[in-house]
């Protein structure tokens, strides 16, 4: 049972990046999934949710920049993140969880580190 992260990276202010989360040993397509960040000196915060119906949510900060998607078919969710400024620096983890239980209640992935500079 396992969320494989990976697409992190070097990226300079305006460019884009696209994360993937591949999942293992788990229902994928009966599981919400989701997309949380740790930056330097700052909490955990849930940053792109998609649940098994589609619907997504976003944190206002990255709303209009970033694109939460799933393929059930490769058990992979993906974060497309466009516009990226130096505050989305951050390491970045997928999340899985029931649909019953709340977010931040599951399976995490080992993080990608995400680093926007010039």
């Known amino acids: 049972v396992q969320l494989q992260a990976s697409g992190g990276g070097l990226v300079q202010p305006g460019g884009s990046l696209r994360l993937s989360c591949a999942a293992s040993?788990?229902?994928?397509?009966?599981?919400?999934m989701a997309w949380y960040r740790q930056g330097p000196g700052k909490q955990r915060e849930l940053v792109a949710g998609i649940t098994s119906g589609k619907s997504t949510n976003y944190v206002d900060s990255v709303k209009g920049r970033f694109t939460i998607s799933r393929d059930n078919a490769k058990n992979t969710v993906y974060l497309q993140m466009n516009s990226l400024k130096p505050e989305d620096t951050a390491v970045y983890y997928c999340h899985s969880k029931l649909p019953q239980v709340s977010w931040g209640n599951g399976l995490w992935g080992q993080g990608t580190l995400v680093t926007v500079s010039s």
């Open positions: 040993g788990i229902a994928f397509s009966i599981c919400d």
